[in-house]
């Protein structure tokens, strides 16, 4: 069964502007993990954050996780039309091994 | 170092036929996931190999199987393919070892596509 739940489903925005999603899980967690996708190829991770840190930053990228309220953002800042893409977030919850998946937001950055 | 590697990466089969998917994890890598992908339905967990052992295994009927060989490349086994198994297939490989509080790294996909 899938635990994440991402939101929005699907995103638009303008080249530079800022994206936000957000992802929202159901059971206590060791860490919580976002990955890209672009066009049905395979995903490529962007970060991991552990449930006792809070925010995490990459680059233009920042994340926050929220253990109270069981839920995690992910920002790209001045997004670029390469971000274009599908992202997930997967949670671990460190007992079978196995990485539970959102559906993804599919986010499109138009130029 | 190499990443994940699949292949084939397309593959077109008939129903009721069989379908043999391979992995070859990044090197020092020891345990590898196999995943399914359909429009709509995000990641759907298949199983899970660390050390030739099968860890954990998802809610797929037992028409799916898998293995992992000494050297940590996995295969994944199809057989009477239906329409409803056309999909994409990932291989994830990770350092996780008691845990799995590590990164998954990706391969491209193998593309199944049933007729």
């Known amino acids: 069964s899938q635990q994440g739940e991402e939101d929005p489903q699907a995103l638009s925005i303008q080249e530079g502007e800022n994206a936000t999603m957000n992802c929202s899980y159901k059971?206590?967690?060791?860490?919580l993990q976002w990955y890209r996708q672009n066009s049905g190829r395979g995903l490529v991770h962007l970060i991991l954050?552990?449930?006792n840190e809070r925010e995490k930053h990459s680059g233009r990228l920042r994340v926050t996780l929220d253990t109270s309220k069981k839920s995690s953002s992910l920002l790209i800042t001045a997004s670029r039309a390469a971000d274009t893409a599908s992202y997930f977030c997967?949670?671990?919850?460190?007992?079978?091994?196995?990485?539970?998946w959102g559906a993804g937001t599919k986010l499109i950055i138009k130029p | 170092k190499a990443g994940v590697t699949q292949t084939p990466r397309y593959l077109i089969k008939t129903r009721g036929q069989q379908v043999t998917l391979s992995c070859s994890p990044i090197?020092?890598?020891?345990?590898v996931s196999w995943y399914q992908q359909t429009p709509g339905q995000g990641l759907q967990f298949l199983f899970e190999?660390?050390?030739?052992?099968?860890?954990n295994k998802g809610n797929f009927p037992g028409r799916f199987s898998g293995r992992q060989f000494s050297n940590s490349r996995s295969e994944m086994n199809v057989s009477t393919l239906e329409l409803g198994d056309s999909a994409l297939y990932l291989c994830?490989?990770?350092?996780?070892?008691?845990?799995?509080?590590?990164?998954?790294?990706f391969g491209p996909g193998t593309r199944l596509t049933v007729t």
């Open positions: 994830a490989s990770s350092r996780a070892g008691t845990g799995n509080s590590y990164e998954q790294y």
């Open positions: 954050i552990r449930s």
């Open positions: 190999y660390f050390s030739e052992t099968q860890r």
């Open positions: 090197s020092g890598h020891r345990s």
């Open positions: 997967a949670t671990d919850p460190g007992s079978n091994y196995q990485l539970i």
């Open positions: 059971t206590s967690i060791n860490n």
